[in-house]
Antibody, heavy 120, light 108 residues
Framework: QVQLQQWGAGLLKPSETLSLTCAVY????????WSWIRQPPGKGLEWIGE???????NFNPSLRSRGTISVDTSKNQFSLKLSSLTAADTAIYYC??????????????WGQGTLVTVSS | DIVMTQSPATLSVSPGERATLSCRAS??????LAWYQQKPGQAPRLLIY???TRATGIPDRFTGSGSGTEFTLTISSLQSEDFAVYFC??????????FGPGTKVDIK
């Protein structure tokens, strides 16, 4: 059974940097791409970016300039950093399992979500 | 980016009735289309992938259909646990993967 457990700071000030980490338990870490997705309260879902075990990453062009995704294969973990935060970045942030290898795949396992609030 | 739209925004249905949700893509996504269910306070749950394949453990009252730009999710007989928000998502062209705005299915 695959489980994703995520953590990180939930209250940040404008201009600060968001930092979240997701740990993967069960299944194969190296066979998949691992994604971050966010959801403003009461709104829809926005894909942020993905990374695989070798560090190959893809980003949503709308966030690429502010975001970094990294991976720690020794711990089966991946992390998101998003800089220059504004109130518009307030959202629930999810980690999720995505593409299998180089294929097209949906997001089949999700973390529990972390509410990040950006407020002065 | 591929823009996903969903209709209706809200669907009011009585328990036991059928619900039909629509999803449209701004350009063809072939059959690379997924449906997710989200309940309050929970992460989305994968229901359907490949436009028509049920994910593990999903009951057969959920049926997906369509290809190209037009897709449908049908819930044949709504149960109390099915009242939720449903999102479609394309994974044919990335980056970025894109989601529809969601359809809320509530109790009539």
């Amino acid at each position: 059974q695959v489980q994703l457990q995520q953590w990180g700071a939930g209250l940040l000030k404008p201009s600060e940097t968001l930092s979240l980490t997701c740990a993967v338990y069960g299944g194969s870490f190296s066979d998949f791409y691992w994604s971050w997705i966010r959801q403003p309260p009461g709104k829809g879902l926005e894909w942020i970016g993905e990374i695989n075990h070798s560090g190959s990453a893809n980003f949503n062009p709308s966030l690429r300039s502010r975001g970094t995704i990294s991976v720690d294969t020794s711990k089966n973990q991946f992390s998101l950093k998003l800089s220059s935060l504004t109130a518009a970045d307030t959202a629930i942030y999810y980690c999720a399992r995505g593409r299998f290898g180089g294929s097209s795949s949906p997001f089949d396992y999700w973390g529990q979500g972390t509410l990040v609030t950006v407020s002065s | 980016d591929i823009v996903m739209t969903q209709s209706p925004a809200t669907l009011s249905v009585s328990p036991g009735e059928r619900a039909t949700l629509s999803c449209r893509a701004s350009q063809s996504v072939s059959s690379n289309l997924a449906w997710y269910q989200q309940k309050p306070g929970q992460a989305p749950r994968l229901l359907i992938y490949g436009a028509a394949t049920r994910a593990t453990g999903i009951p057969d009252r959920f049926t997906g259909s369509g290809s190209g730009t037009e897709f449908t999710l049908t819930i044949s007989s709504l149960q109390s646990e099915d009242f939720a928000v449903y999102f479609c998502q394309q994974y044919n062209n990335w980056p970025p993967f894109t989601f529809g705005p969601g359809t809320k299915v509530d109790i009539k």
